[in-house]
């Protein structure tokens, strides 16, 4: 009998391990696969590695405006080595959370892991052994999966995941991408700088259907000026194999058109990762969108928490691991602030990037919520010329008292100047306090002023 199983060492996983240890808990962690989770080892790091690469060489390219003469108009690039680069940088974040790991009172057991009746875990190893553990409390942090479309041709040869496509050393001349989320945005920004024939097919009527319209319109007509091609409310019904490549169906403003491309990345969103978890025998609710839990992250089975991609409630790293503290809380018994869960920053690694916080324009407009909207655009900001960054605009939302409910960036470095007005948001902060702040000149955060006032 130890104080608390988890089950998934990934970012919620092994990060509300930890502090439960330092909390004076036994815990024992179980991982079918490599610790570190979707996030380390398929999604957040590896992208951001290979978008590094992308930054890096789009650079090189345009050096010569910046008065750097390299003799040469354009430079070349190795996605071998690229991805390469990225494998040691994850191999060095995954020994990291090993090390983590071996904290004091926890147990680090890699095998599959699943719900008996009687409220236990049964872990199956990877060398067929068969092990039965006992907790006061079970959290379950298994994470997501990737979804396919039900059409022909779905698995095909030339389809894969965005975690497949993390390991292709062979530059595909076109890439056909299926999905205009997070995923399909940041894997066509990249291959784009890499020189790729980008197509993005879009179900809804615009890309990033969960972003202010306003951000996602410029970001798609952005990415179009590099050379992405996109088509939005489109419905793909089909993905065909040829004797080179395959060709993606799909049917625009009543015609059907065709896409062809050597490689399909199938990107049209993620699963929480149920399967095998033994649920039902345990008495734990879940649906399609995920396992059900209150407000603290419990589940219907008593003394069982469900954190991150599994609940279905915000599909992002840091919120697994913020929801896997307010469970540690409840467990512990604990009365301590905790974070608000309703305002979780989120980024979008494309060209430009895009990151939010909050509330956006277009929703409070369909709640039919008074709000004020203040604007500030790059190109109106010293350092952003300099940089020769000049593209983009920050939107701060705020109530009519003028309370901050939101704020969405479009830009360079939009993913580290969002957390000014998180930071803010979370203290219950208001424009009159943005703007009596005294920002540094000349910095992208004065865009965030600008826009306050």
């Known amino acids: 009998?130890?104080?608390?199983?988890?089950?998934?060492?990934?970012?919620?996983?092994?990060?509300?391990?930890?502090?439960?240890?330092?909390?004076?808990?036994?815990?024992?962690i179980v991982e079918a696969a490599t610790p570190g989770g979707t996030c380390l080892n398929e999604g957040c790091i590896p992208t951001k590695c290979l978008c590094r690469s992308a930054e890096v060489l789009s650079e090189a390219n345009e050096a010569a405006v910046f008065g750097v003469l390299t003799g040469s108009a354009t430079f070349g690039f190795d996605l071998?080595?690229?991805?390469?680069?990225?494998?040691?940088?994850?191999?060095?974040?995954?020994?990291?959370?090993?090390?983590?790991?071996?904290?004091?009172?926890?147990?680090?057991?890699?095998?599959?892991?699943?719900?008996?009746?009687?409220?236990?875990?049964?872990?199956?190893?990877?060398?067929?052994?068969?092990?039965?553990?006992?907790?006061?409390?079970?959290?379950?942090?298994?994470?997501?999966?990737?979804?396919?479309?039900?059409?022909?041709?779905?698995?095909?040869?030339?389809?894969?995941t965005s975690t497949e496509l993390l390991q292709h050393t062979a530059m595909p001349r076109r890439l056909c991408v299926i999905g205009g989320g997070v995923i399909g945005?940041?894997?066509?920004?990249?291959?784009?700088?890499?020189?790729?024939?980008?197509?993005?097919?879009?179900?809804?009527?615009?890309?990033?259907?969960?972003?202010?319209?306003?951000?996602?319109?410029?970001?798609?007509?952005?990415?179009?000026?590099?050379?992405?091609?996109?088509?939005?409310?489109?419905?793909?019904?089909?993905?065909?194999?040829?004797?080179?490549?395959?060709?993606?169906?799909?049917?625009?403003?009543?015609?059907?058109?065709?896409?062809?491309?050597?490689?399909?990345?199938?990107?049209?969103?993620?699963?929480?990762?149920?399967?095998?978890?033994?649920?039902?025998?345990?008495?734990?609710?879940?649906?399609?969108?995920?396992?059900?839990?209150?407000?603290?992250?419990r589940t219907t089975a008593e003394g069982i928490y469900a954190i991150g991609d599994v609940n279905g409630l915000c599909p992002l790293a840091h919120a697994a691991t913020f929801q896997g503290y307010r469970a540690l809380r409840a467990i512990a018994g604990g009365t301590e602030r905790t974070a608000d869960l309703s305002l979780v920053p989120a980024a979008v690694f494309t060209v430009p990037e895009v990151a939010t916080v909050g509330k956006s324009e277009d929703e409070l407009k369909t709640a039919g919520t008074p709000c004020h909207v203040g604007k500030a655009f790059y190109r109106a900001n010293g350092k952003s010329l300099a940089m020769g960054s000049d593209e983009g605009l920050v939107k701060l939302v705020s109530a009519e008292d003028g309370t901050i409910l939101g704020a969405q960036v479009l830009g360079a470095h939009a993913a580290d100047l969002i957390h000014e007005v998180a930071v803010l948001m979370s203290v219950g902060g208001t424009v009159e306090q943005l703007r009596t702040a005294i920002h540094a000149h000349p910095t992208l955060s004065e865009l965030i002023l600008a826009a306050a006032e």
């Open 1 to 28: 009998m130890t104080d608390l199983i988890i089950i998934g060492a990934g970012p919620g996983g092994y990060e509300t391990a930890v502090r439960a240890a330092r909390q004076g808990l036994n815990v024992t």
């Open 80 to 160: 071998a080595t690229a991805i390469a680069r990225k494998d040691t940088v994850v191999a060095q974040l995954v020994q990291g959370v090993r090390g983590l790991l071996a904290t004091p009172g926890i147990t680090l057991i890699e095998g599959r892991a699943a719900l008996t009746a009687d409220r236990k875990v049964r872990v199956e190893q990877s060398d067929g052994t068969v092990e039965t553990l006992e907790a006061k409390h079970i959290i379950l942090a298994t994470g997501s999966e990737t979804k396919f479309l039900p059409i022909p041709g779905a698995h095909g040869r030339d389809v894969v």
């Open 185 to 297: 945005m940041e894997f066509a920004s990249i291959f784009n700088a890499f020189g790729a024939e980008v197509t993005v097919v879009e179900y809804c009527k615009e890309i990033l259907p969960a972003i202010d319209k306003d951000i996602a319109k410029r970001l798609r007509t952005s990415m179009k000026k590099r050379g992405v091609d996109f088509h939005v409310g489109a419905a793909v019904t089909a993905v065909e194999e040829l004797a080179e490549g395959s060709c993606v169906v799909f049917t625009e403003k009543g015609k059907e058109q065709r896409v062809e491309a050597d490689v399909v990345l199938m990107a049209v969103g993620r699963a929480p990762r149920t399967a095998g978890l033994g649920l039902e025998e345990a008495g734990v609710d879940f649906t399609p969108r995920g396992i059900t839990v209150d407000a603290d992250m």
